[in-house]
């Protein structure tokens, strides 16, 4: 982020020990316009060029008193600003203060009632009785010297405290998930009555401070290329850098074989007449169905897909000739946080749900290095920010398309005959969810090819053929989700449809599981 940022808005410095999540503390701060800048936990704070107007400690996987645990620099303490433990991130504060931090008897994970003790206390300013969500297995042994009880609940007599006469808070549970009641009020009386902090952070501001970061990184000559698939997210990221840096932006489509019906041409009209963006559509389709030859493991498909992405863009880098000579550096990418969070790997708790192609199927040794914007954002965030970019609603709207497309739709080999199944089975589904005025009540639809055969009868003729699995979903986040509730008539409508006009198709069937447990995609 541009320096300059800090001198217009007051900063909140988030310390992130590696919680699952640390990013939605940020996310919740901007909700109510404060902005707020997330460094690594063991950022030295004589190195910081700025001062933050607070300080906040997020949640861990370690244990403070494990050997390996991540500490804080202590200088912290020596900014006189105030600071806010939460979860592991008040186990910090009182092992600090030489408090003993133990392992509890009992792992309190999931909702608790918050028994507010001390009612004068600016942090819970308008917050009662509430529930929040706690995540933790660790608790303190004792009061630190110098703090006083909060709030409790029925398992932590320490659910909350506060140092008697500085601003140094700590919460034993997560304020920032929605599932914490009065969460985001807490946050909000920190930053905004205890930090004094100035509400005047707005996604307008992003973009002008991403664009002034973008120019900056990229200098006044270079070029850059982007990956761009004609979904939300890149097309936002297009913009932004179309924006910041005009025509030396170069905007690819690959063509990975596994697209849907119609989808490159469809996508290159929309992007270059009606955004202006410079889009070339690149068909490496024979190279990616020749690589996913034989692949059938999920992870595997991920894997080679989000390799051959990366070879196709440094083919392509070397292919444009930058006009001052050097050769490409920059790839622009449309990751979110949520593709981020399920494909890494922290230490602990959070595991590799799935690899997304553009996270974890990346090169070791790639020489593009990417350009992220969005990377910290929620798709929510997204759309708002494409609205405010101008990009029409149709296309801010649109439904999500993972990079792997229709390959991870394909259960089992993907062949150019399954390809060309599961894109007309979708095709149908789409065009009814279209015509029925349901596409926008619906997060994500799709259909998925499944690799099993069934018997059926067409015109007096025994067949035998594969099954195709509707599936709808209702989210916002797409981190949790919800299958939608059809109207029978319809799904009456597209399986007769799907089995009539897509040859080896004799059966459908709809999804009705969650996230959790299921996750969106079938691979
Ligand atoms: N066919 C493709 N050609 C070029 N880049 C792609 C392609 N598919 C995906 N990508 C890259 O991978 C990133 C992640 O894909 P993802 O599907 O999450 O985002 P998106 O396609 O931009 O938006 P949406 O989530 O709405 O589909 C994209 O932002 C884009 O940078
Ligand atoms: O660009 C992408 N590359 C991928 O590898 C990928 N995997 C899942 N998705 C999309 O992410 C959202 C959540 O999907 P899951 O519940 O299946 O993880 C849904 O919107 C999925 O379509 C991907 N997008
Ligand atoms: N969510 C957290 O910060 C957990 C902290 C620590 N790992 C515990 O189990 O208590
Ligand atoms: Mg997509």
């Avoid at 919740?28 to 902005?35: C, D, G, K, Q, T």
């Avoid at 169905?289 to 392509?316: A, D, M």
């Avoid at 089975?425 to 789409?430: L, T």
């Amino acid at each position: 982020m541009a320096e300059e940022i800090k001198e217009v808005f007051d900063t909140i410095l988030v310390l992130d020990f590696g919680s699952q999540y640390s990013h939605l503390i940020t996310r919740r701060l901007r909700e109510f316009n404060v902005y707020a800048e997330m460094l690594p936990c063991t950022q030295k704070i004589k190195e910081l060029t700025w001062k933050p107007k607070g300080i906040i400690l997020s949640g861990s996987p370690y244990s403070v008193f494990a050997d390996d645990a991540p500490h804080v620099d202590l200088a912290v303490f020596d900014l006189n600003v105030p600071i806010l433990g939460i979860c592991y991130g008040m186990q910090e504060i009182a092992h600090i203060n030489n408090t003993k931090v133990i392992r509890g008897d009992k792992r309190e994970y999931g909702p608790a009632l918050l028994q507010v003790e001390d009612k004068s206390c600016p942090l819970f300013k308008d917050v009662d009785h509430s529930k929040v969500w706690m995540s933790h297995h660790d608790k303190l042994s004792a009061l630190p010297q110098g703090f006083k009880v909060v709030a409790t609940s029925d398992n932590s007599p320490f659910a909350a405290m506060a140092h008697e006469t500085k601003p140094i808070y700590g919460l034993q549970f997560h304020p920032e998930v929605t599932h914490s009641v009065k969460g985001k009020e807490l946050l909000r009386n920190f930053a905004l009555d205890i930090c004094q902090a100035n509400p005047n952070w707005s996604m307008e501001n992003f973009i002008d401070t991403e664009i002034s970061r973008i120019k900056k990184l990229v200098g006044p000559t270079a070029e850059v290329i982007g990956a761009v698939s004609g979904g939300v997210d890149s097309t936002v990221a297009a913009k932004l850098m179309a924006r910041a840096i005009g025509d030396r932006f170069h905007a690819i489509l690959v063509d990975n074989g596994v697209l849907r019906l119609n989808e490159a041409k469809m996508v290159k009209k929309n992007l270059t007449e009606g955004l202006g963006i410079n889009l070339t559509v690149v068909d490496a389709s024979e190279e990616f169905l020749s690589k996913l030859k034989g692949v059938t493991e999920p992870e595997k498909k991920r894997k080679v897909i989000g390799n051959t992405f990366i070879h196709v863009f440094e083919r392509v880098a070397n292919e444009i000739k930058p006009k001052d000579g050097d050769e490409i550096e920059f790839l622009l990418q449309g990751t979110l946080y949520p593709d981020v969070i399920e494909s890494i790997s922290f230490k602990g708790p959070s595991q590799t749900i799935k690899t997304h192609h553009n996270v974890g199927g990346l090169l070791e040794n790639m020489k593009l290095k990417l350009i992220e914007p969005l990377r910290e954002l929620f798709k929510d965030e997204v759309r708002a920010l494409g609205e405010l970019l101008g990009i029409p609603h149709d296309l801010v709207w649109r439904h999500p398309f993972p990079g792997p497309g229709l390959a991870i739709r394909i259960l089992g080999e993907v062949t150019p005959s399954q390809v060309e199944i599961a894109r007309k089975a979708d095709h149908i589904y789409i065009e009814e969810i279209k015509k029925a005025g349901l596409y926008s009540q619906i997060s994500q639809a799709f259909a998925a090819l499944l690799p099993v055969k069934s018997v059926g009868v067409m015109g007096d003729e025994r067949v035998y053929a594969q099954v195709i699995a509707l599936r709808a979903i209702e989210t916002t986040d797409f981190m949790t989700a919800d299958w939608f509730i059809f109207d029978a008539r319809f799904l009456k409508r597209v399986a007769s449809r799907i089995v009539n006009e897509v040859d080896g198709i004799s059966r459908v069937v709809y999804d009705i599981t969650s996230k959790p447990p299921a996750t969106v995609e079938w691979e």
